[in-house]
């Protein structure tokens, strides 16, 4: 039973839940990508929206806010959730006695931390969890709560297996209590972005609006195991981290007593139990893991993304580790409620600094701002037109700026084959009946000069102000085969996934290929663009989940099967589809676009297990470029006046 609270939810917002859709075509020239449990099928293409943003903001409510003592849910299972509500307060720091709609956030990196943070910084306090003051202030209460395994709660952290029956027991508990009107906002930044996309797939009636940022969609493609090749710098750091944030308790200080047995179970548990076996599991091979299968189809939001049925915000950014993800969750969503995209620039911590920042960037409202309306409208039934919102905002590489469109790939791409020449050219037209290739040695330590460091380690290694992580010269000066455009006689603009098919043979009995996309000014500098890499055993591809342009395949489904692993042979030139993360960028006038192909890039992904080892000989990679193994990539072009630039100023 739901109760009489949220029954009044449910009459409140009838109005509301009729709002249709924005109109859509049947087809263009696109399909979507297909899932685990979709193939792809024929786009539907949101045609109209607003193209200019506006800033929505309305004053204070109420001058202060209040947090509550710690409060405790519990669970069927005996499992205590530690819960940490804040409330509108009066001038006096009274909690306002009234019902409120509420925000939910679900946090495992310590909401404790998180509220002491919020009090020297509020912006730094919310990625951790606490309540943003400027929404408490405008008439919403937040309960923020610690997963199970994390922070104070008891119980196992297991990257949301076994939290996956918790969400629906967590929104019973808050409908019970006094300070809320039973009108729920799931929200979260990263892990607690991901965790708002599980809460709202228990399709709970209560809750009214989600607002996710910088979220997974498929855990093992987007970021554990991109191209089938683990990710050793991402899970080491995102693991790290996640202990880090529990075990620095402040209640170690403030409250020995409580905060060493609390710590205590998070070392015993949840890094013991999880996360080192798991960890070592991975990096010797284990199949279980290494391979997509059951385990990380429980931790991907898309695959029950179908279940969502409140209106929802996705956030991303052009070089976050969910760079693949967050458009793909924005196509599934928008043919089932009112969604919106947006991909900032930079790389995942980037991204979250912007979103907390009190102060809009590029010509954006503050976040918060982006959140209040959201909010106002599906949770308090205020017109704060949201239509007026662009439907999808994303970052241009090479301009440095925003830009609008009606929907996410751009609808008037088409697809554009280029093909790797002899001598490095990159052409529309096949090399010639002699062609050639080109041999590079497998130096396994490649892309650590790169921004892949400063990508796959969450944006932390970023901070670090070395050219490198900008400009791809260095990386690519070694290892690497490069071709690249003539110049561009005009702006040319590209939006969405991009597939390189590489012809290529290693003298090795395992391997990767590597391929970066980048953009060549005139005075030889190299911006990174985009990229992607494969495990050469995992070639296979499921054509009927794979994404197609034009009729040209552009976003390859591997299917990262053992049963489909494809047995490298030593210098034998096999095809490999590779999935180039998507992206939004434009190459000047005067600029090149280039491909380099390489047998490495380590921070992005490397093979775990015994063939590991092997990368450890020494090896090297043959691409071909002529009439019978003619590599390319397709990249799907848009026409420049597709998009509109957000003003800066």
């Known amino acids: 039973m739901f109760g009489l609270k949220n029954l009044r939810s449910i009459l409140a917002g009838a109005a509301l839940a009729l709002v249709p859709l924005q109109d859509a075509l049947a087809t263009n020239n696109w399909t979507t990508s297909g899932t685990r449990n979709e193939l792809a099928e024929p786009n539907q293409i949101v045609t109209s929206g607003a193209d200019t943003w506006q800033d929505y903001d309305r004053p204070e409510d109420y001058p202060n ?22 409330l509108p307060a009066d001038e006096f720091g009274n909690p306002i006695d009234e019902e ?22 509020p912006s730094l306090g919310i990625v951790l969890g606490a309540a943003d003051p400027y929404l408490v202030k405008r008439g919403y209460a937040t309960i923020s709560i610690d997963g199970r395994g994390t922070g104070n709660s008891s119980g196992v952290w297991d990257a949301w297996g076994s939290s996956q029956g918790d969400y629906e027991q967590i929104i019973e508990w808050i409908l019970d209590q006094p300070w809320t009107n039973g009108d729920l906002a799931v929200r979260g930044i990263s892990d607690l972005g991901i965790q708002a996309l599980f809460a709202a797939e228990t399709a709970h009636p209560a809750i009214k609006a989600v607002f996710s940022i910088v979220p997974a969609a498929d855990t093992y493609r987007d970021t554990a195991f991109t191209g089938g090749a683990g990710n050793l710098l991402f899970i080491s750091t995102w693991l790290s981290l996640t202990t880090l ?8 200080i403030l409250d020995p007593a409580s905060g060493f047995p609390v710590v205590a179970n998070v070392l015993a548990n949840s890094f013991l139990e999880f996360q080192l ?22 931790r991907s939001p898309i695959a029950r993304l179908d279940q969502v049925q409140a209106p929802t915000f996705v956030v991303g950014a052009v070089h976050d580790i969910f760079q693949r993800g967050v458009p793909m969750l924005y196509e599934q969503l928008k043919t089932q409620v009112d969604s919106r995209l947006m991909i900032l620039p930079g790389t995942h911590f980037e991204a979250i600094l912007t979103t907390v920042s ?12 982006i959140e209040l309306q959201w909010y106002d409208q599906y949770l308090r039934g205020i017109d704060a037109r949201v239509e007026d919102i662009p439907q999808v905002t994303q970052y241009m590489v090479g301009l440095d700026q925003m830009a609008t469109s009606t929907d996410w790939p751009v609808p008037e791409a088409e697809a554009t084959r280029l093909y790797f020449q002899p001598f490095g050219g990159l052409k529309e037209s096949k090399a010639s009946l002699f062609g050639g290739d080109e041999t590079v040695y497998a130096f ?23 050219e490198c992580f900008e400009d791809n010269s260095f990386t690519e000066k070694f290892f690497n085969v490069i071709y690249q455009t003539s110049p561009m006689d005009e702006d040319f603009a590209i939006n969405g996934p991009i597939q390189a098919d590489v012809y290529a043979s290693t003298t090795n009995f395992a391997g990767l290929v590597s391929v970066r996309v980048d953009d060549v000014a005139p005075n030889g500098t190299v911006t990174p663009i985009t990229n992607g890499l494969i495990n050469m055993k995992h070639r296979a591809t499921d054509n009927s989940r794979s994404r197609t342009l034009n009729g040209e395949t552009i976003q390859p489904w591997h299917t990262f099967s053992e049963s489909d692993e494809s047995v490298v042979i030593p210098n034998i030139t096999a ?52 009439r019978w193994y003619p590599s390319s990539i397709v990249l799907p072009v848009v026409p420049n006046d597709s998009f509109t630039l957000v003003p800066t100023e």
């Not at 947090?67 to 804040?86: N, S, Y």
């Not at 944030?245 to 170690?252: E, F, G, I, K, T």
């Not at 076996?277 to 997509?292: M, V």
């Open 575 to 626: 095809k490999f589809p590779i999935e180039i993360q998507p992206t939004s960028a434009v190459i000047k006038k005067g600029h090149r676009l280039r491909v380099a192909v390489g047998p490495s890039n380590l921070p992005q992904g490397t093979i775990f297990g015994a063939e590991g080892l092997l990368q450890l000989l020494p090896t090297w990679l043959t691409v071909e470029n002529n």
């Open 245 to 252: 944030a529990s075990v620095a308790n402040p209640d170690l």
């Open 100 to 121: 409120f709609p509420t925000i939910l956030v679900i946090s495992d990196y310590n909401v404790t931390l998180g509220n002491l943070v919020s009090e020297v910084s």
């Open 277 to 298: 076996p798991i960890f070592t599991q991975a990096l010797l091979g284990d199949n279980a893991l290494n391979n997509d299968g059951p385990f990380w189809e429980t």
């Open 444 to 466: 396994p330590a490649g892309g650590l000069c790169s921004i892949s460091s400063a990508q796959w380690s969450l944006g932390i290694l970023g901070f670090i102000p070395l």
């Open 358 to 369: 009190p102060n809009g960037s590029f010509g954006l409202p503050p976040t918060n701002h």
């Open 65 to 86: 806010i209040v947090r509550l003592p710690m409060d405790t849910i519990v669970l069927d299972d005996g499992i205590e959730l530690a819960a940490f509500v804040t």
